[in-house]
């Protein structure tokens, strides 16, 4: 077998009027193309480049209505701000860059890559119905008794850049590990809770805060801060206020305040049923391709 590649590997392929030389060093430039296309889109799915890069999509489907409309005034103005947009996104993105570095500098390509699948199966299942019904339980205690707590719910976008910002926990998910994190005056309390699948991953992590006007005055840091993160991913947040001890909760920039118990299990089981659904059609897809091949 082995003499049959390297005897390909010399080959000239012809498809049409259009031919190829197959050389060793045309493959390892695939190779090399290809590992890092793996590592930008690796990079681009752990980071809030993924929410940039949606974004940027939306620009280019507008570029491209306005070239078929011939609205000359718009592509101009398209044109002249391509140039400017690179260094923009450089510039918004230069913390992520330099983490990306850094962890390529000091990661081995195969841990990088047994890390990469672990993280993809821990969020391909989402939260059990006994984690939901402890999450429920915990929130709902906490809200009666007053005590301010902020979960984060991770989804398809990695938060490892907030989780690195907390004490990791990595434990089982229960109503009295969250009840005793968020009691006043113990040492994990301040700040939020990420849950990564099934477990608490981290304890006092810092979030980005919000910086929409239009959140009403009388909602403080800990809603602010669950809102902002639901901006740049798309986690749920849990917030228990601790003035009023409603329960609200954060999706997609948008905030609802005023749970009950059962409407916030209703909320977790329908996410819960949306990543399901989006897991078994990525499953469906990748089982069908390795089949063809």
Same mark, same amino acid.
């Given at each position: ?15 049409? &009027? ?6 060793? #060093? ?66 918004? !993105? ?5 983490? @990306?570095?850094?962890? +390529? ?18 969020? #391909?299942?989402?939260?059990? #119905? ?13 809200? *009666? ?9 991770? *989804?398809?976008?990695? +938060? ?16 009295? +590990? ?11 309390? &301040?700040?939020?809770?990420?849950? *990564? ?21 009388? !909602? ?41 118990? &059962? @409407?916030? *299990?209703?909320?977790?089981?329908? @996410?819960?049923?949306?990543? &399901? ?17």
């Amino acid at each position: 077998m082995l003499n049959d590649f390297i005897q390909f590997a010399g080959n000239t392929l012809t498809i049409g &009027d259009f031919s190829v030389t197959i050389t060793w #060093s045309s493959i390892i430039e695939m190779l090399i193309f290809s590992l890092l296309t793996y590592f930008v889109i690796r990079w681009i799915k752990r980071t809030k480049a993924w929410v940039l890069l949606r974004g940027a999509a939306v620009l280019v489907l507008l570029y491209i209505i306005a070239r078929v409309l011939q609205l000359n005034t718009i592509v101009y103005i398209f044109k002249n701000i391509v140039s400017s947009l690179f260094l923009a996104i450089v510039i918004i !993105l230069q913390p992520e860059i330099r983490s @990306a570095l850094e962890h +390529l500098g000091t990661t081995s390509f195969l841990s990088g890559i047994l890390t990469f699948t672990s993280e993809k199966n821990k969020n #391909s299942t989402g939260l059990s #119905s006994g984690s939901i019904d402890a999450i429920v339980r915990a929130m709902s205690s906490l809200g *009666r008794n007053k005590v301010g707590a902020l979960i984060v719910i991770e *989804r398809t976008i990695l +938060l490892d850049e907030y989780i690195d910002t907390g004490i990791l926990l990595d434990a089982a998910i229960s109503t009295a +590990l969250l009840e005793q994190i968020f009691e006043h005056n113990t040492p994990l309390h &301040d700040g939020a809770v990420i849950i *990564r699948g099934n477990r608490i991953v981290s304890a006092t992590c810092y979030l980005p805060l919000s910086q929409n006007g239009g959140i009403s005055k009388e !909602l403080g840091t800990r809603h602010r801060a669950g809102l902002g993160i639901s901006e740049v991913s798309d986690c749920i947040t849990l917030i228990a206020s601790e003035e009023t001890g409603a329960i609200s909760v954060a999706m997609n920039g948008e905030l609802k305040r005023d749970l009950t118990p &059962d @409407a916030l *299990r209703e909320i977790l089981l329908s @996410a819960r049923g949306m990543d &399901d659904a989006r897991s078994n059609i990525v499953k469906r897809w990748m089982g069908r391709n390795k089949n063809e091949k």
